[in-house]
């Protein structure tokens, strides 16, 4: 799971679903998404890869569309990160609105980017670790695997089941990169982080840790660019 700044990017989508291939060197053998435009390059990239396959799942068939309010298990998953993560950082962010630190402009925004978006990303891989490791429970579903995530993903033969993972060449992945944006080190506009890293640096401010903190750096950042403009 990614934290950028922007969720509705068909290219930057597709550039995650091309890192997570060339990093297994493989893709699924079928992928299910709703109906959003985000997902249009992972359809036809998805339908590339696994054109050269014979099962009955190669090509176009590869790939589904579905509501993603059909599938019970995504939903609950959501449900668990709100909680976990991003009811915090919806309620950190509305404090700084209600104290009239964050009035939603361009620079407003970017420098939300810029101070908490490492922040955000670390909470996601902390949350996903745990639910990776946490143990499913046993299903009345027959047909449902229960154990560890990560282990039955790692390991599928030891629970009865198959791996999905479809072999694909790296030069296919090559002309799927391509066709990508993918996530980099600057999180928001790149003349707005210059500044702040050169704000940062001129004044010796830390980039703290803890999230509140870190809004002491959003607004000292804030109060020096508003006065310089």
Not at 22 to 44: F, H, S, W
Not at 52 to 63: K, L, N, P, Y
Not at 128 to 154: E, F
Request: net charge negative; proline share 4%; glycine share 4%.
């Amino acid at each position: 799971m990614e934290a950028w700044n922007t969720n509705n990017d068909p290219k930057v989508i597709g550039g995650y679903f091309v890192n997570s291939v060339k990093n297994k060197l493989g893709c699924p053998e079928r992928i299910r998404a709703d109906a959003g435009t985000e997902n249009c390059y992972v359809k036809q990239m998805q339908s590339f890869l696994r054109d050269e396959h014979a099962d009955r799942f190669a090509g176009v068939c590869s790939f589904m569309y579905g509501r993603s309010t059909a599938n019970q298990k995504i939903e609950s998953f959501w449900s668990i990160l709100r909680r976990e993560v991003t009811s915090f950082w919806m309620d950190l962010f509305k404090q700084l609105q209600i104290d009239n630190y964050f009035v939603g402009d361009l620079l407003d925004k970017n420098l939300i980017q810029f101070c908490f978006m490492d922040l955000v990303q670390a909470d996601i891989d902390s949350t996903v670790s745990v639910w990776n490791s946490h143990r499913i429970r046993p299903s009345k579903m027959a047909s449902l695997p229960c154990g560890r995530p990560a282990l039955m993903y790692s390991i599928p033969e030891l629970y009865g089941v198959s791996d999905c993972l479809k072999a694909v060449t790296p030069e296919r992945i090559e002309l799927c990169e391509t066709e990508c944006l993918m996530k980099d080190n600057i999180p928001c506009d790149k003349d707005i982080f210059d500044l702040c890293q050169l704000l940062v640096n001129e004044n010796m401010w830390d980039f703290p840790a803890d999230p509140h903190e870190m809004c002491d750096l959003y607004i000292q950042l804030r109060n020096e660019i508003m006065n310089i403009i």
